[in-house]
């Protein structure tokens, strides 16, 4: 009994933690401005990244290279993207706030995943302008 | 017998534990988060004493499974002393640095008074059920006292990014062990699935710290309608 009451307290605080944590993390970039090449780019039409935007700007973001340490950070945003899905899905009828909130958190991790891309197109136009300079 | 996993995973927590410690000490935080220095310190130290009860007696001898239970129980209680640095921090505008003290002093003296009863009781059949007991008990402190601190951070509007991102990790750590812990209490037939989930959150900690000194500086500000992911 004690073991069942400190698993459902546990897993629920490990939710809310993790989900904070996340939103701590991707706060960062929630307000960094994309530059008009990334948009063009990734065909960002309005002023802020749509949430079903995510996917693609993941693709673009595999083409393109960069750090590794990068990598790693996309793929747990992606995991938390996904887990946001799951819950917008379940709470679309019944708890239209919920479904809105998770929502929020995926327009976030499109938001992050653009500002990773610009910054990663930004660094591989530097690297070819160098590379022009001086070349071999 | 330990397999590839295994000792990725341990290398990676020695590495990522020493690389905390490495980020403390240079960005010149030592002051303020040497007990978060400390503890990545001795949990480095402790993967070496592993690492040499292993070599010496074998991954399934009762002496290493001693050594492992006793340095566990010791790095708990020593994560609850950051705990009580981080509530330190938390009230820094308040004057209640003594009576936080006396509280803490009494938590751990009280934990490590528990733990040393209880090893002394079981001692020489300190089996695999106690083990995870114990450690499902322990850890739930741990939440219960995250928790806490995590509440007084959002009542008093804390806004330091840093101990945001700190508290919120250990909050993953502890809630997650505890989960662990008390799903193989729950389900002792599945334990060998929950062999994964302690390494894997005891190497998590470790980075999300090494990245939190890495990324986000001390000056770095976090609003409350940010962490609810809200719009202002």
């Given at each position: 009994?004690?073991?069942?009451?400190?698993?459902?307290?546990?897993?629920?605080?490990?939710?809310?933690?993790?989900?904070?944590?996340?939103?701590?993390?991707?706060?960062?970039?929630?307000?960094?401005?994309?530059?008009?090449?990334?948009?063009?780019?990734?065909?960002?039409?309005?002023?802020?990244?749509?949430?079903?935007?995510?996917?693609?700007?993941?693709?673009?973001?595999?083409?393109?290279?960069?750090?590794?340490?990068?990598?790693?950070?996309?793929?747990?945003?992606?995991?938390?993207?996904?887990?946001?899905?799951?819950?917008?899905?379940?709470?679309?009828?019944?708890?239209?706030?919920?479904?809105?909130?998770?929502?929020?958190?995926?327009?976030?991790?499109?938001?992050?995943?653009?500002?990773?891309?610009?910054?990663?197109?930004?660094?591989?136009?530097?690297?070819?302008?160098?590379?022009?300079?001086?070349?071999? | 017998?330990?397999?590839?996993?295994?000792?990725?995973?341990?290398?990676?927590?020695?590495?990522?534990?020493?690389?905390?410690?490495?980020?403390?000490?240079?960005?010149?935080?030592?002051?303020?988060?040497?007990?978060?220095?400390?503890?990545?310190?001795?949990?480095?130290?402790?993967?070496?004493?592993?690492?040499?009860?292993?070599?010496?007696?074998?991954?399934?001898?009762?002496?290493?499974?001693?050594?492992?239970?006793?340095?566990?129980?010791?790095?708990?209680?020593?994560?609850?002393?950051?705990?009580?640095?981080?509530?330190?921090?938390?009230?820094?505008?308040?004057?209640?640095?003594?009576?936080?003290?006396?509280?803490?002093?009494?938590?751990?003296?009280?934990?490590?008074?528990?733990?040393?009863?209880?090893?002394?009781?079981?001692?020489?059949?300190?089996?695999?059920?106690?083990?995870?007991?114990?450690?499902?008990?322990?850890?739930?402190?741990?939440?219960?006292?995250?928790?806490?601190?995590?509440?007084?951070?959002?009542?008093?509007?804390?806004?330091?990014?840093?101990?945001?991102?700190?508290?919120?990790?250990?909050?993953?750590y502890f809630s997650g062990t505890a989960a662990s812990y008390a799903l193989r209490n729950l389900f002792p037939s599945l334990h060998t699935s929950f062999q994964w989930a302690l390494p894997i959150l005891g190497t998590l900690l470790p980075l999300a710290w090494a990245c939190t000194f890495w990324k986000v500086p001390e000056d770095s500000r976090i609003l409350a309608y940010q962490l609810?992911?809200?719009?202002?």
């Amino acid at each position: 009994m004690i073991a069942a009451l400190i698993c459902v307290f546990s897993f629920v605080a490990f939710l809310q933690f993790f989900v904070s944590y996340c939103h701590a993390a991707l706060v960062s970039t929630r307000h960094a401005e994309l530059s008009d090449r990334v948009r063009e780019i990734a065909g960002i039409a309005g002023k802020t990244v749509a949430p079903q935007d995510f996917g693609r700007l993941l693709q673009f973001l595999w083409l393109c290279p960069g750090e590794n340490f990068h990598i790693w950070q996309v793929r747990a945003v992606a995991l938390y993207y996904q887990f946001l899905g799951v819950i917008n899905r379940l709470c679309r009828v019944l708890f239209p706030s919920a479904a809105a909130w998770a929502d929020q958190g995926r327009q976030d991790c499109s938001q992050f995943a653009a500002v990773v891309l610009d910054r990663r197109i930004a660094r591989m136009q530097d690297l070819l302008a160098r590379q022009a300079r001086n070349p071999i | 017998m330990l397999g590839p996993l295994d000792y990725f995973l341990w290398i990676t927590s020695f590495l990522l534990e020493a690389w905390v410690v490495f980020q403390v000490i240079s960005s010149r935080s030592f002051a303020r988060y040497y007990p978060v220095a400390l503890y990545m310190f001795s949990a480095a130290l402790v993967e070496c004493v592993h690492y040499v009860c292993i070599t010496r007696f074998g991954v399934s001898s009762p002496q290493y499974h001693f050594v492992y239970f006793c340095t566990g129980t010791l790095l708990t209680i020593l994560l609850f002393w950051v705990i009580i640095q981080f509530y330190q921090q938390a009230f820094s505008g308040l004057n209640i640095r003594r009576y936080i003290r006396g509280g803490a002093a009494i938590l751990i003296l009280a934990t490590a008074l528990f733990s040393c009863v209880a090893v002394r009781a079981h001692n020489g059949r300190l089996t695999q059920q106690f083990a995870v007991e114990f450690g499902q008990d322990l850890y739930f402190v741990g939440v219960v006292l995250t928790y806490l601190l995590w509440a007084v951070i959002l009542y008093f509007r804390e806004t330091r990014a840093r101990l945001v991102h700190l508290v919120l990790a250990l909050g993953v750590y502890f809630s997650g062990t505890a989960a662990s812990y008390a799903l193989r209490n729950l389900f002792p037939s599945l334990h060998t699935s929950f062999q994964w989930a302690l390494p894997i959150l005891g190497t998590l900690l470790p980075l999300a710290w090494a990245c939190t000194f890495w990324k986000v500086p001390e000056d770095s500000r976090i609003l409350a309608y940010q962490l609810a992911g809200r719009t202002p």
